[in-house]
């Protein structure tokens, strides 16, 4: 006698993955907490993962709204054999928030087409095959389809005559009119906010306006620089290419603590302090030092700016000099020591006890709405980009907050983030708002550092991350700088204004002010705490400035649009291990000619040598076929070569240190 076992009863379970996976969509940002990032110009590679199971052909595509609601369709490519990685490049015309998601298919017909064409060659069951492929048809409406049935039953053809029915052009084109699919899935739905350009592409230009126009009086006490004065530097500025010229803080400066020259403790009665010392009996945030002017001068300086077509950029540095008037109007703004007193700045060993930091978790709302009171303040005086001072020493869910907040408001304004910091923070300050951050460029010198990092920049994390690649800063001058010469400013100029869409210097870098402070990488007689005279026109007489070159790496960004976009940085080979090689090459549907735009970058990043090697190209980045050869023409020296796979190069870093090599329109591309 046998003993009945009951079966289990399955559980069905609501399923987290559609019919036809689509996984690893992209642009998105990590977690997918926070939009993706686009700008005006930037051409953006959308992709997901697709796959399914056996051996049926599938297809792709991206679904795109834009703000107003409006839909695009967009058929996508599968980027390469067993990759199962579909791939769209758009490019978005409108700001906003738009939106994207991923439909995938099984498509029938080129299913049963590929799978007709094997069997019928081994002989297999054709009367089957094309019963199949009738039956297929008859999806599809129309005399066309409806005749193209009829011939694949027509017993009386040959196999090969009726196959030649289901490539017939006509057949072809009323499929595409009305596909045939099945189990269409589609992902989920990722948010893309698309900015202004300026929010990703910029030559940026820092001075300190109360150098520029300062005049050393006979009793060796100095005059400042104003807003009028430093106005008169804007055309030499615009003339170098520059679209931004970024200022630090204007405020009035505090006494107490005051530091001296070359960041001493003491301070002498007519040294000027740090301006990042903000507040005094002046005023605080809100106020301008009156040693550079009035309001109205300074609506007078943002008038000449833009007559010059340059935006001006505000230093935003949320701290206090001991003299502000928030210290004793808000004191629960400050962390109080033990003793009573307030916790100066510190970054160990550095100290800074002419800053007091903020306490944003004392009150939160007080301090945030003071703070957003300050850039709507700025924002209607005009400026719509700031560049913030040491944001990742600040809650990162305040900028969540306070960047939210603008953007509302006003989606037109720019923050850049001086995020010289760990690569979590960097990122989640991008990620939660900043449109820019400074980045870890100007400690990446050698050839496998400058490759690591260009390969970085422009990856994922360009959906979300873009680096101002600044060659210097008032608080960076590295040991490349200070012991390479001329070669080492012009090797970093040129990397950083063609490996990203924004990039910057301060002034002096083009008179190569290269002596540091003793024991530190900042220069010496630093500009932070002094006035800082500077004769430009007598430079540029006795050939002594680096302008003509910063002109030239401008005016090959205006001329490129390839340099206008952060992906799409490819890295090739060469025998040498100081010789770095990368292109940018934009395809012709997105250039204003039509034509494909690739600039090819070669540099000796050893500044104190003569490198000759063979450079290896990878064509297909380049748009290009195996044994293609094709014309450069080199920007800095105006000469040309025939180029193909494998080229000799010989770098001279005394004379020019950088082939950027801009491939000519070859015919029919």
């Not at 993962?49 to 599938?58: K, L, N, Q, S």
């Not at 005086?381 to 600040?394: A, C, E, L, Q, S």
């Not at 297909?620 to 080229?647: I, K, Q, Y």
Request: aromatic fraction near 10%; charge should be negative.
């Amino acid at each position: 006698m046998s003993t009945a076992h009951s079966q289990p009863t399955p559980t069905v379970r609501s399923a987290r993955i559609g019919r036809i996976p689509i996984r690893d969509l992209a642009p998105q940002q990590p977690e997918n907490r926070w939009p993706a990032k686009s700008y005006l110009g930037e051409v953006v590679p959308f992709e997901a993962t697709v796959f399914r199971e056996g051996h049926g052909i599938i297809g792709a595509e991206l679904l795109l709204t834009d703000p107003s609601g409006g839909e695009t369709v967009h058929p996508m490519r599968l980027t390469g054999a067993g990759t199962d990685r579909w791939r769209a490049e758009l490019r978005a015309e409108t700001t906003g928030r738009h939106r994207y998601r991923v439909r995938a298919y099984s498509d029938d017909w080129a299913s049963w087409l590929h799978a007709a064409t094997i069997k019928l060659g081994a002989g297999d069951e054709p009367e089957l095959i094309f019963a199949m492929g009738a039956e297929l048809l008859e999806r599809v409406s129309g005399k066309i389809a409806s005749d193209a049935r009829a011939a694949l039953l027509d017993a009386t053809a040959t196999p090969a005559e009726r196959l030649k029915v289901a490539t017939d052009r006509r057949v072809v084109a009323a499929i595409a009119r009305h596909p045939i699919r099945s189990l269409v899935t589609e992902s989920e739905t990722i948010e893309l906010q698309v900015e202004r350009a300026r929010a990703a592409v910029g030559s940026w230009y820092e001075f300190f306006p109360r150098s520029e126009g300062a005049k050393r009086q006979r009793d060796g006490s100095w005059k400042s620089g104003t807003f009028r004065t430093a106005a008169k530097r804007l055309p030499g500025v615009a003339a170098m290419g520059f679209d931004v010229v970024y200022l630090p803080p204007i405020h009035p400066i505090g006494r107490t603590f005051r530091k001296g020259p070359n960041n001493s403790t003491v301070a002498g009665p007519l040294d000027p302090g740090s301006p990042w010392a903000i507040g005094a009996a002046e005023g605080g945030h809100d106020a301008i030092h009156p040693d550079l002017g009035t309001l109205t001068d300074f609506r007078y300086f943002l008038k000449q700016a833009a007559a010059n077509g340059i935006e001006i950029a505000l230093d935003l540095a949320l701290q206090c000099s001991p003299d502000h008037p928030w210290v004793a109007e808000h004191p629960e703004w400050f962390t109080q020591r033990p003793d009573g007193s307030i916790a100066y700045a510190e970054n160990p060993p550095k100290k800074y006890q002419d800053i007091y930091p903020l306490n944003f978790d004392r009150d939160p709302v007080g301090l945030r709405a003071e703070v957003l009171r300050l850039v709507e303040l700025w924002i209607e005086r005009g400026i719509r980009i700031f560049r913030v001072d040491n944001p990742h020493t600040k809650p990162l869910d305040f900028w969540e907050w306070l960047l939210g907040e603008v953007a509302a408001r006003h989606p037109d304004v720019v923050f850049l983030a001086e995020a010289f910091t760990r690569p979590p923070m960097l990122h989640s300050l991008a990620g939660a708002g900043f449109h820019q951050s400074y980045s870890y460029f100007t400690w990446r010198n050698t050839k496998t550092e400058l490759e690591e990092f260009l390969g970085e920049i422009s990856g994922r994390s360009a959906d979300y991350l873009r680096p101002n690649l600044f060659v210097n800063t008032p608080d960076i001058l590295t040991e490349y700088l200070q012991f390479g010469g001329k070669a080492a400013y012009k090797v970093r100029a040129a990397i950083a204004a063609t490996a990203s869409p924004s990039w910057g210097v301060y002034a002096g870098y083009e008179l190569f002010e290269d002596v540091a402070r003793p024991g530190s990488e900042e220069n010496i007689d630093n500009e932070k705490y002094e006035y800082k005279q500077r004769d430009w026109e007598k430079a540029s007489a006795a050939g002594h400035s680096l302008a003509p070159y910063l002109t030239l790496l401008n005016q090959a960004r205006a001329e490129h649009p390839a340099l206008g976009q952060l992906r799409g940085l490819s890295l090739h080979w060469s025998d040498d291990d100081a010789v770095l090689v990368y292109s940018k090459s934009l395809d012709g549907a997105f250039t204003p000619t039509g034509r494909r735009d690739t600039v090819i970058v070669v540099a000796n990043v050893d500044p104190h040598s003569v490198r000759e090697t063979m450079v290896y190209l990878d064509l297909a980045a380049l748009g290009l076929s195996p044994g293609d050869s094709f014309v450069v023409r080199d920007l800095v020296t105006g000469a040309r070569w025939t180029w193909g796979e494998a080229n000799y190069v010989r770098l001279d870093a005394f004379t020019e240190p950088v082939h950027i090599l801009a491939v000519e329109p070859q015919k029919g591309r």
